[in-house]
C-alpha cells in the first residue's frame, strides 16, 4: 500500500519509512545531484499525496512527470527493487491536469498583470530600485483612475499616459523621468519575446482550479509543462512563486488537518533565490513560513541545500537527501552542511553516507507522530506506480481532452482595460480636434489657413497602431500650417487678445 498508517510509504531504512500526512504541510526538500533519484522520489511522493485524496501541483522541467497519468510497466531495475523492498507493483495512473503556459502540451495558464503585481514583475523584468519605483506609480495611478491592467498592451499604455503626464503625476505620486520610462519599455519587449504574452491575460487561472479530486476520492495531480518555460529562468520562477502568494491569498486559515488541502512541488529551486533581493527573500520566507496554516505544503527540489538560504531551509521539515559528489573544496563544504541538516544517526557518519549513496537511495528524516524529526536514516527509496519517463503526445493529447477543465481557459479574451479606455481618450481628443468649432479650427480660420489634417494619433488601427511613435523628422524641415498658427500665436502672445488665444491652446494641450 502506498498510503497506509495515516502515512506515504517512501522506502525502507531499518524499517518502512512514512510520512506522516498530518505533519506533510511542514514542507519538505528532496535534494541531490542530478541521476541520482530525485525524480523518482518525487514521482513516489506525488502518487502518494493523489492516493490519499490530496491535490498536487508539480512543475515538470523536463517532461518525464508526465507519466504520472499512465499506469507503470515492469522494468528489471524497478521489479527488484520492488523484490527487495517486498513491495507490490500494482501499477496504477494518476488522474492528472497538463497546464502549460504557451498552451500547446496543457491547459492555458495565464495571469493578470494586476495579480501579478508590481514587486515580482520587477524582478521579472530585472528592474532597479528607480525603475521599480516608476513600475509602482503606474500601478496606483491606474488603480486611482479605474484603470484595469490585465495585459502587456495595457501596461504599456499606461507606462505612455504616465509619462505624457509625468510633471502633474511626479507632483503627487513621485518624479518620473521618461528614461526610466523607457528603460521598463524595453524589458516589456524582452518579456514579451521570451512568452510574457501568453502569460499575461485573460482568462486568468482560478486557483480553485488547482484543488480538484477525481470521483473516486484521488487528488488531481497538475502538471505544469515547463520544459520550454525552463529556457526562461526568472519567468519560470517568478510564476510559480505568483501561484504560491495567491494560494497563500485565496485559501482560508485551515489549522490542524489529518492531511493537506494542496502539495506544492517546486522543482529548480535554485532558480527562485538566484540574484533575488534581499526583500523578495524576505517575502518568501514569510510565505513558507504562514502558508502552512493555509493546509498548503511546499516541496523544494534542488541539486544541493545551499541552493536555498538557510531562513527558508530552515522550515523543511521532512527531507530526502540523494548522493552529492565533492570533486572540489567547495563541493565538500556543500556536503559537510548539507550533513550538518540532519539529526544525527551514531549508526553512519552522514556526511560519509551522502557521498556514498547509490541511485535509488537516500537519506531520509521526516516528522514523527510527535512531530519531531526522526533520526536520519539510509534508505532505499520505492519505485513508482505510474509510468516511469514521459507519455506520447496522443496520451497528452487525450488526457488534455478529457480533462474537467477543457475548454474553460483555451480561447483568450480581451475586455476594455487599460489600454481601451486610454486609445478611446485619444480618440476624443482626435475627434475633437476635427471638429470645426475647436480651438484649432477657429484660431486657422482667424488666420485664413485651412484646417490641419495631421492627425495626433492612429484612430483607425488595432493595439500595434496606437503605441506606434511617429517617425522622427530627419534635418530641416518646412514648417506645417500647424506649426505657422503656432508661431502666429507667439508672434501676438504680447496684446491681452494673443495671451487668452494662448491660455486657451495651452489649455487643450494639456488637457
Sequence with gaps: MIVENGGIYIGNGDAPIHLLLKYANRHGLIAGATGTGKTITLQGLAEGFS????PVFIADVKGDLSGL???????APLVERAKQLGFPLNYTACPTIFWDVFGKAGHPL???????????????????????????????????????????????????????????????YGNITPASVAAIQRSLMTLESQGGKNLLGEPALSIVDLIKTAPNGTGAVNILAADTLMQSPKLYSTLLLWLLSELFETMPEAGDLDKPKLVFFFDEAHLLFNDAPKALV??????????RSKGVGVYFITQNPADIPDT????????????????TPKDQKGVKAAAETFRVNPKFKTADAIMELAVGEALVSVLDTKGVPTMVERAFIRPPLSRVGPVTPAERAQAVAQSPLAGVYEAAMNRESAYE???????ASAAQAQNSGS????????????MPQAQAASVGGGRADYMRA?????????????EIVGKSILRTAGSSVGRQIARGLLGAILK
Excluded: C
Design 470 to 482: 511617429a517617425p522622427k523628422k530627419v534635418g530641416r524641415q518646412p514648417d506645417s500650417a500647424l
Design 421 to 427: 479606455r486610454l486609445r478611446g481618450q485619444v480618440q
Design 69 to 75: 497519468a499512465a499506469a507503470g510497466a515492469d522494468k
Design 282 to 291: 524576505e517575502k518568501i520566507e514569510q510565505l513558507v513560513r504562514l502558508i
Design 51 to 54: 492516493a490519499a485524496g490530496v
Design 110 to 172: 495565464r495571469t493578470t498583470i494586476s495579480e501579478m503585481g508590481p514587486l515580482m514583475l520587477s524582478r521579472l523584468l530585472d528592474l532597479n530600485d528607480t525603475q521599480e519605483g516608476v513600475l509602482t506609480i503606474a500601478f496606483r495611478v491606474a488603480d486611482d483612475e479605474g484603470l484595469l491592467l490585465l495585459d502587456l498592451d495595457d501596461l504599456r499604455a499606461m507606462l505612455t499616459h504616465v509619462s505624457e503626464h509625468a510633471a502633474a503625476i511626479s507632483a503627487q
Design 312 to 327: 527558508v531551509l530552515g522550515q523543511l521539515s521532512n527531507r530526502v537527501q540523494h548522493a552529492l559528489r565533492a570533486y
Design 439 to 450: 480651438i484649432w479650427g477657429t484660431v486657422a480660420q482667424a488666420a485664413g489657413i485651412p
